[in-house]
Structure formats: structure tokens, C-alpha cells
């Protein structure tokens, strides 16, 4: 059960698009379309901002968007906002049995 | 309105024991399978356990298997971790997440625990 691996930080300013990876293997991000990504402010719980690779859920802007590419998956924003800024994490299901569902470490997005 | 309210969480001493619930209203409890995952102080988010709707399988990370137990009651809407032989290493914040496909679609705020001398 190894971590996803995302980049430790990001930044863009208002107005400008960030994409953020999230590489995994082929037994986890590679196999599955069960790729999700969550965003988290300081003191709060996450936030679901995309599920199935690139479904967004109810209530979530389309400045937010999702795809996947072999095992990597990325996490677009366009039109960043200063609301945007927060710590964005991807997850991915690894199978059976008993891998259940890893984490990346995590992406730190600065909205200059 | 969705809501999960997790409760159980302290300071414990090493190789002690804990109960942690996740009260869970405003959905079908039954018809979902539920997370749990915790929050190292400044650190990212780490998967614990898992299990189905109806309680027919669990999933755990590799760094809870043999000392953690996920459960659930139907009857009570409510989840439980039973956590045994604490580490200190299991210091966090608690989440219970309401599951779809993988991905967990509502959190609970969490509570924390402590594993200290």
C-alpha cells in the first residue's frame, strides 16, 4: 500500500489554470477508474471534488476537472480563485485483496 | 442534510485501547459502505479501514491490520473503530467518510486521538 505521489506544492495566480499529477502504479491508478480528489482547508475536513476520474458531484464548480492518462491522473482548475487555495489530496482503490484505497501525499495550492 | 459526528477519541497511553463512533444521519446508513481515515498532526490523509454496506467484508491498511476492527449497527446508524495495542505513531484525527465507489462523498469533522505517555 504505497502512497500516490503528488508534487508538494503548486502555485498560479487568480485567473490562471494549475494542473495537479498524481502517479500511482498499475495496480492501483493504472487499473482502476476509481480515482478521486479531495480538497481541505486549513482546520476542516475534505471535500469530494471529483470521483470516477472526472465526475464532478452536485454543488462542485466545472473550474474543476479530472482525467487520467496510464498511472498517472491529474486535477485541473481553471479560473483560480483565492477560495481555491488549500491543500488537495488524490486517492485511488488498489484492489483486492484487502488493498482498499491509497492516499497521495498531498499538494499544497498558493493562489498568488 | 447528510451529517457523520465521530465521538470517542482522547489521550491514551501506549498499547492502550480505544472506541471510536461515527453517528450518521440524513441518508440510508444501510446502503452505503463507510471509511474510516485519519490526519497525522500536519500531515496528509491516510486510509485506515473499510466496510461494505451490509457488513460483509472489511479492508484495512497495513499499518492497523491485527490491532483495529471496523464495525457497524444497522440498528444504531453507527460506526465504531475498535483500536487495540495503541502506537504512538497512531496519533490523528479520526474521519468517518460515507462511501461511493471509492470515493468517500461526505466526512465527518473528525475526532481526535492522542497515544502518549
Known amino acids: 500500500q504505497s502512497a500516490l505521489t503528488q508534487p508538494a506544492s503548486v502555485s498560479g495566480s487568480p485567473g490562471q489554470s494549475i494542473t495537479i499529477s498524481c502517479t500511482g502504479t498499475?495496480?492501483?491508478?493504472?487499473?482502476?477508474?476509481?480515482v478521486s480528489w479531495y480538497r481541505q482547508h486549513p482546520g476542516t475536513a475534505p471535500k469530494l471534488m471529483i470521483y470516477?476520474?472526472?465526475d464532478r458531484p452536485s454543488g462542485v464548480s466545472h473550474r474543476f476537472s479530472g482525467s487520467k492518462s496510464g498511472n498517472t491522473a491529474s486535477l485541473t482548475i481553471s479560473g483560480l480563485q483565492a477560495e481555491d487555495e488549500a491543500d488537495y489530496y488524490c486517492?485511488?482503490?488498489?484492489?483486492?485483496?484487502?488493498?482498499?484505497?491509497?492516499f497521495g501525499g498531498g499538494t499544497k495550492l498558493t493562489v498568488l | 442534510q447528510e451529517q457523520l459526528v465521530e465521538s470517542g477519541g482522547g489521550v491514551v497511553q501506549p498499547g492502550g485501547s480505544l472506541r471510536l463512533s461515527c453517528a450518521a444521519s440524513?441518508?440510508?446508513?444501510?446502503?452505503?459502505?463507510m471509511h474510516w481515515v485519519r490526519q497525522a498532526p500536519g500531515k496528509g490523509l491516510e486510509w485506515v479501514a473499510f466496510?461494505?454496506?451490509?457488513?460483509?467484508?472489511?479492508d484495512y491498511a497495513d499499518s492497523v491490520k491485527g490491532r483495529i476492527s471496523i464495525s457497524r449497527d444497522i440498528s444504531k446508524n453507527t460506526l465504531y473503530l475498535q483500536m487495540n495495542t495503541l502506537r504512538t505513531e497512531d496519533t490523528a484525527v479520526y474521519h468517518c467518510?460515507?462511501?461511493?465507489?471509492?470515493?468517500?462523498?461526505?466526512w465527518g469533522q473528525g475526532t481526535p486521538v492522542t497515544v502518549s505517555s
Open positions: 467518510a460515507k462511501d461511493t465507489r471509492f470515493a468517500m462523498v461526505s
Open positions: 440524513g441518508f440510508t446508513f444501510s446502503n452505503y459502505g
Open positions: 466496510i461494505r454496506y451490509d457488513g460483509s467484508n472489511e
Open positions: 498499475s495496480s492501483d491508478v493504472g487499473s482502476y477508474n476509481f
Open positions: 470516477d476520474v472526472s
Open positions: 486517492s485511488s482503490y488498489a484492489g483486492t485483496p484487502s488493498f482498499g484505497v491509497v
